[in-house]
């Protein structure tokens, strides 16, 4: 029956993003703060932490926000097969925000083909939507807190413009430039160069060493600024 699996021979091309999402995610964060709450986002990034320093699967950054995580490759695991690609990484991240927040968790994902010119406009888009996201979910629960119902809420700040909502927030009391970076911009987690002393035994000298970690970077600049881009640049260059 080999010749049944039909789809195993599809390969993705690098570079590519895997964008992971949660499923049934409202259900999830019943019980948690709204808009926004930082236990549940630490999750997502610590177990996007994981994956890129424990999985083996090798991607060279991530970039997160709300239940979505993105996942960029420069050189892709199992030849490419995107079978694999769609089936191991939401099960690895799905079992490390499981074990996280001790509940039962699922992600579907997607490969998404891109050149290097086209990881710029992608990671803006996201970063794009991330603001509308925290637009959105501060002006809903806004007018949930005055006691609109959900219904109410929902068709309320589905008839206005972002600028609108900013407004309505601002006449109640909150400015949304106030609000904490990684709720505006998401979250990168990358590897980050440093140097570390070491020893070369051939030539019996002391030397310094480029290593990379991994850390998560909650204070990113918009990926649209010159700032922006040559971070974008930087974690797509090699040491």
Not at 97 to 102: G, N, P, Q, R, V
Not at 106 to 120: M, R, T, W, Y
Not at 135 to 161: C, D, P
Request: with cysteine; proline share 5%.
């Amino acid at each position: 029956m080999k010749e049944r699996e039909i789809y195993s021979n599809i390969i993705a091309v690098p570079p590519i993003a895997i964008r992971v999402d949660g499923r049934n995610f409202k259900k999830l964060l019943e019980n948690f703060k709204k808009p926004y709450d930082k236990k549940f986002i630490t999750a997502m990034a610590d177990s996007t932490e994981l994956l890129i320093r424990a999985s083996g699967l090798n991607p060279r950054f991530a970039y997160i926000f709300s239940d979505e995580i993105n996942l960029f490759f420069l050189k892709i695991p199992f030849q490419g097969r995107i079978e694999k690609l769609d089936s191991v990484i939401p099960s690895f991240l799905a079992s490390a925000l499981s074990l996280e927040l001790k509940t039962t968790i699922s992600f579907d994902s997607k490969v998404i083909p891109l050149s290097e010119h086209d990881i710029h406009k992608y990671l803006e888009l996201r970063q794009a939507e991330a603001w509308r996201n925290h637009i959105h979910s501060y002006g809903y629960y806004a007018l949930l807190e005055e006691g609109l119902s959900r219904r109410s809420a929902a068709l309320n700040i589905k008839g206005m413009n972002s600028q609108e909502i900013h407004d309505m927030l601002f006449d109640r009391g909150i400015n949304l430039a106030d609000t904490p970076t990684w709720q505006r911009r998401g979250i990168l987690i990358c590897k980050e160069v440093y140097k570390k002393p070491g020893y070369n035994p051939k030539k019996s000298l002391r030397v310094i060493a480029r290593r990379r970690k991994v850390i998560q970077d909650w204070e990113i600049p918009l990926f649209s600024t010159k700032e922006g881009k040559k971070l974008i640049d930087e974690l797509l260059t090699d040491m």
